[in-house]
């Protein structure tokens, strides 16, 4: 149990590390990291604060609205 942790917690740190430091247009840019402890639990809940967007793709993609190739594409890019 304590290796999973242990492996989940390196993977979750190399996320945001590399979240950090990338400074890009087309990638969300982490703002902040707020760790809130659980009580009676080793681990607590992390969040990633990221910038505001105006919508998301699972939004996009469930409207009624039909995609063209150039949508998709440029979802893809």
Known sequence: MFLLLKVDAKRVLREIIIMKNCKHDNIVSLQ???YVPRKGRIIGDLFLVC???ET???RVLRSNQNLLIDH????LY
Do not use: G, H, I, S
Request: charged share 30%.
């Open 56 to 58: 998301d793709l699972n």
């Open 32 to 34: 902040d990291v707020v």
């Open 51 to 53: 910038d505001l967007m």
């Open 72 to 75: 998709k594409q440029y979802f």
